[in-house]
């Protein structure tokens, strides 16, 4: 009988293996059987051990690797800031050091225990360490890309107005899954909130699009959160909320789709029309808070009302409603328009930086794509 064995013991000796007696070999196999057991338990603590450190230095990279959404207010501490006010601050709904450039110091002063000293040197450690790096989500179409600059920006309001089926909503359905693109694939690698005002989100329109991209159509709808809005009042809480999930995920898309339709409803005839303009500038002002402490990109789709004075040489006068409150709330203006079939004309109605220009693209199964000539 041949025994072979993997580790031996470096104090073993057996000078004359023929000459013992079989219970001597049984004590020798027990002794030969108990050094490799030993042997093997410390090579596999051994190797357990690497292939954890290895794990957490894979971790480690990607947290390093990952590109933060936003500075936590937690890093004030680094600064030489209190744990204690920093706590304070989160209590009164700052979550972030961006949100907290977004308030007055008479505002944080009012905070219970935040003198005006330690306001000051608060907002000098925060202006150290903000800092915000534009982001740009792709449309699915590289015309349409091009139109923009590159995509949809992060940190601003870009507004889409148009008539029914001009495919405003599509856009809005194709961001949901390109928004959790990789950013090396011109995607926003984060979560998308999702504001419904008029029922048009489909959760099974996401699925086509999702399968365009090379996605898991669940993974892509696990990281959509969606609430339906039913009154003006009830839009504007749930962006209360939002602020709350975004400092603790990280979000790159804020969809409202419509922004004016509950307004519209709640607030008639010219009675109202000052209140109404006065809630819609508080709720765009809350929007565009959130687009800078967060550095997500903000969608919202418009609706379009008849202008009797848009002039004789227009065949079909229409200017986006909300008025002059909307257009300035909002960064970019995109007018949409009908085309030949499923194509639709994207024409850049109003933004800083881009040139009045025009791209056509279409809706397909997969979302918004390219025009096919």
Same mark, same amino acid.
């Given at each position: 009988?041949?025994?072979?064995?993997?580790?031996?013991?470096?104090? !073993?000796?057996?000078?004359?293996?023929?000459?013992?007696?079989?219970?001597?070999?049984?004590?020798?196999? %027990?002794?030969? &059987?108990?050094?490799?057991?030993?042997?093997?338990?410390?090579?596999?603590?051994?190797?357990?051990?690497?292939?954890?450190?290895?794990?957490?230095?894979?971790? %480690?990279?990607?947290?390093?690797? =990952?590109?933060?959404?936003f500075?936590?207010?937690?890093?004030?501490?680094?600064? $030489?800031?209190?744990?204690?006010?920093?706590?304070?601050?989160?209590?009164? @709904?700052?979550?972030?050091?961006?949100?907290?450039?977004?308030?007055?110091?008479?505002?944080?002063?009012?905070?219970?225990? +935040?003198? =005006?000293?330690?306001?000051?040197?608060?907002?000098?450690?925060?202006?150290?360490?903000?800092?915000?790096?534009?982001?740009?989500?792709?449309?699915?179409?590289?015309?349409?890309?091009?139109?923009?600059?590159? @995509?949809?920006?992060?940190?601003?309001?870009?507004?889409a107005?148009?008539e029914?089926?001009?495919?405003?909503?599509?856009?809005?359905?194709? +961001?949901?899954?390109?928004?959790?693109?990789p950013?090396?694939?011109?995607? $926003?690698?984060?979560?998308?909130?999702?504001?419904?005002?008029?029922?048009?989100?489909?959760?099974? %329109?996401?699925?086509?699009?999702?399968? %365009?991209?090379?996605?898991?159509? @669940?993974?892509?709808?696990?990281?959509?959160?969606?609430?339906?809005?039913?009154?003006?009042?009830?839009?504007?809480?749930?962006?209360? $909320?939002?602020?709350?999930?975004?400092?603790?995920?990280p979000f790159?898309?804020?969809?409202?789709?419509?922004?004016?339709?509950? !307004?519209?409803?709640?607030?008639?005839?010219?009675?109202? +029309?000052?209140?109404?303009?006065?809630?819609?500038?508080?709720?765009?002002?809350?929007?565009?808070?959130?687009?800078? =402490?967060?550095?997500?990109?903000?969608?919202?789709?418009?609706?379009?009302?008849?202008?009797?004075? @848009?002039?004789?040489?227009?065949?079909?006068?229409?200017?986006?409603?909300?008025?002059?409150?909307?257009?300035?709330?909002?960064?970019? &203006?995109?007018?949409? &328009?009908?085309?030949?079939?499923?194509?639709?004309?994207?024409?850049?109605?109003?933004?800083?930086?881009?040139?009045?220009?025009?791209?056509?693209?279409?809706?397909?199964?997969?979302?918004?794509?390219?025009?096919k000539?």
């Amino acid at each position: 009988i041949i025994f072979k064995f993997s580790v031996l013991p470096e104090n !073993f000796e057996c000078s004359e293996p023929l000459s013992l007696s079989v219970s001597d070999y049984q004590e020798c196999f %027990r002794k030969l &059987r108990e050094a490799e057991t030993s042997e093997i338990v410390k090579m596999i603590a051994s190797l357990k051990a690497e292939e954890m450190n290895q794990l957490q230095l894979v971790e %480690r990279e990607e947290i390093d690797d =990952e590109e933060e959404l936003f500075e936590a207010i937690d890093k004030l501490i680094s600064q $030489g800031i209190n744990s204690g006010d920093v706590k304070k601050l989160q209590d009164a @709904g700052i979550y972030t050091c961006n949100g907290l450039m977004m308030h007055t110091k008479k505002h944080l002063t009012g905070i219970k225990g +935040l003198s =005006e000293a330690k306001v000051d040197k608060i907002c000098e450690a925060a202006e150290k360490i903000v800092r915000k790096a534009v982001i740009r989500i792709t449309t699915g179409s590289q015309a349409l890309d091009e139109l923009l600059g590159g @995509g949809v920006e992060t940190s601003c309001i870009t507004e889409a107005f148009g008539e029914f089926r001009s495919g405003k909503t599509q856009l809005a359905h194709t +961001l949901c899954v390109s928004t959790q693109l990789p950013t090396n694939m011109n995607g $926003g690698n984060g979560k998308v909130a999702y504001i419904d005002t008029e029922g048009t989100f489909r959760p099974d %329109r996401i699925v086509p699009i999702a399968e %365009r991209f090379g996605m898991d159509p @669940g993974a892509v709808l696990d990281n959509i959160i969606y609430a339906r809005a039913y009154t003006y009042e009830h839009q504007y809480n749930l962006l209360l $909320g939002l602020a709350a999930k975004m400092s603790e995920e990280p979000f790159r898309l804020l969809v409202v789709d419509s922004v004016i339709a509950l !307004f519209r409803v709640d607030f008639t005839g010219r009675g109202e +029309l000052a209140d109404r303009q006065q809630k819609l500038a508080q709720m765009l002002s809350r929007m565009t808070k959130i687009a800078e =402490e967060f550095n997500v990109a903000v969608y919202m789709t418009n609706q379009v009302i008849a202008d009797p004075g @848009g002039g004789v040489f227009i065949s079909d006068p229409k200017k986006p409603a909300g008025g002059h409150v909307l257009a300035h709330a909002a960064t970019i &203006r995109l007018m949409f &328009r009908k085309g030949k079939g499923e194509q639709r004309v994207c024409k850049v109605f109003d933004a800083p930086n881009l040139p009045e220009a025009e791209a056509v693209f279409q809706i397909t199964p997969g979302g918004i794509a390219d025009a096919k000539d």
